[in-house]
Every structure is written in structure tokens, then in C-alpha cells.
């Protein structure tokens, strides 16, 4: 444990930013996971809906740190790819 009242504040804020990046993760994967199954309906109007919010919260993961740039875009990119190959159809 920590013994200075710096090393002490640091820990109650390690611990704040934590709980706060979980939250945000865990937005972030249920978003995902929502388009993705409107994905797996053949649902182009509902994903084509979903797709802008989806890409807002991947980018903004990706600049909080919760996920890397190049992951990020590679989320984005298989997700619009699906969408294409879905409209297309």
C-alpha cells in the first residue's frame, strides 16, 4: 500500500479512472455487439442507423486510450465492409 499522501492520491485516482475506462469499454463492446447482430438480421436500414454511432464510439475509445488507433480501425473497417457486402446483397 502506499505511504506518502501522494502516492496515496494517486491511488484514489488510478482507482476513479479505472471504474471510469471499464464504464466506457464496456459501452464501447455492447455498441459493437448490437450492430454487429443487426448485421447478422440483414438489417441494412437499422445497421446503415447504428453504423455513425457505432463509429463516434470507437473513435472516441480510441483517443481516451481504451482501444489502440490501429485497433479502432480495424473495428471500423470490418464492420463498414459487412455493412457493404450487406447492401450490396
Known amino acids: 500500500m ?3 499522501y501522494s502516492a496515496l492520491k ?5 482507482e476513479r479512472r ?6 466506457r469499454k464496456s459501452r464501447l463492446r ?3 455487439r448490437a450492430l454487429r447482430r443487426v448485421l447478422e ?5 437499422a445497421a446503415q442507423a447504428l453504423l455513425p454511432q457505432t463509429f463516434r464510439l470507437i ?9 489502440k488507433r490501429n ?8 464492420l463498414h465492409r459487412r455493412l457493404k457486402a450487406l447492401a450490396a446483397a
Open 41 to 45: 438480421k440483414k438489417d441494412v436500414g
Open 30 to 32: 455492447h455498441q459493437i
Open 71 to 78: 485497433t479502432a480501425a480495424r473495428y471500423k473497417s470490418r
Open 18 to 23: 479505472t471504474e471510469v475506462n471499464r464504464m
Open 10 to 14: 494517486r491511488a484514489r485516482q488510478i
Open 59 to 67: 473513435d472516441r475509445a480510441a483517443k481516451w486510450g481504451i482501444i
Open 2 to 4: 502506499a505511504n506518502t
